[in-house]
């Protein structure tokens, strides 16, 4: 009988911490306390594999397309975004977390690939928040995991990311006709107002948690207007 063994633990900025656990072959990471069940685990990441697939194969043809990921999570969408781009791209992963950093360069990065090896990946131990204002123009796609959406958030230093300032911010990082991609637990028509405030064209994309049934999760892609 499969059973939660805690791995580790690694502390959150507002307080408490996040947890790695081993549940049977597969990993699970979960708030301490068990506040809102699993964040996220190994086998049910179609949505995270969406994220880095959809942006990157859009921007895959531009000459050394550099791309930033905002949340490492489980490596799921740094894999795919690797695996959607060419041998000259960068592709820039911030974690505000070390301890999720080190999680990935052991046993749990053998689940996505160990795509924390790959030469074209950059990890940065860093607020994807503070890394964006260093950014000018120099982005063909921003991609953000760090919570649970707009509208799902469990930490309260993620909400300026999500604010019409914050919106802002990513689109002074990204290139002429960036891409930002942002997922979500779930859909949020302010959300995507807020996006259209920021200047960015934005829609709605229903991704399955989980092969091509079940829970459905939201990605918004946003391509940035005409200044």
Avoid at 33 to 59: F, W, Y
Avoid at 111 to 133: F, M, W
Wanted: a negative charge.
């Amino acid at each position: 009988m499969k059973r939660y063994v805690l791995l580790d633990t690694t502390p959150l900025p507002d307080g408490g911490a996040l947890c790695l656990f081993e549940y049977g072959e597969d990993f699970v990471i979960k708030l301490e306390g068990g506040k809102g069940g699993q964040l996220m685990n190994t086998r049910t990441h179609g949505s995270e594999d969406a994220l880095g697939r959809i942006p990157c194969q859009r921007v895959a043809s531009r000459p050394g397309p550099r791309v930033l990921i905002g949340g490492l999570g489980m490596g799921f969408t740094l894999a795919a975004a690797l695996e959607n781009l060419g041998p000259h791209a960068e592709v820039i992963v911030a974690e505000l977390l070390p301890g999720v950093i080190e999680w990935n360069r052991g046993p749990l990065g053998e689940k996505a690939g160990n795509p924390l090896q790959d030469p074209r990946t950059q990890v940065v131990n860093a607020d994807v928040a503070e890394l964006l204002k260093s950014e000018a123009g120099g982005l063909d796609a921003i991609m953000l995991d760090i919570d649970n959406g707009p509208e799902g958030l469990t930490q309260s230093a993620n909400s300026w990311l999500y604010s019409v300032a914050g919106l802002r911010s990513c689109g002074r990082a990204l290139r002429a006709d960036g891409i930002l991609a942002v997922w979500s637990a779930s859909a949020d028509q302010r959300f995507t107002n807020d996006l259209r405030k920021a200047g960015f064209n934005a829609e709605e994309v229903k991704v399955y948690a989980h092969g091509n049934r079940g829970t459905r999760h939201t990605i918004w892609l946003a391509q940035r207007t005409a200044s």
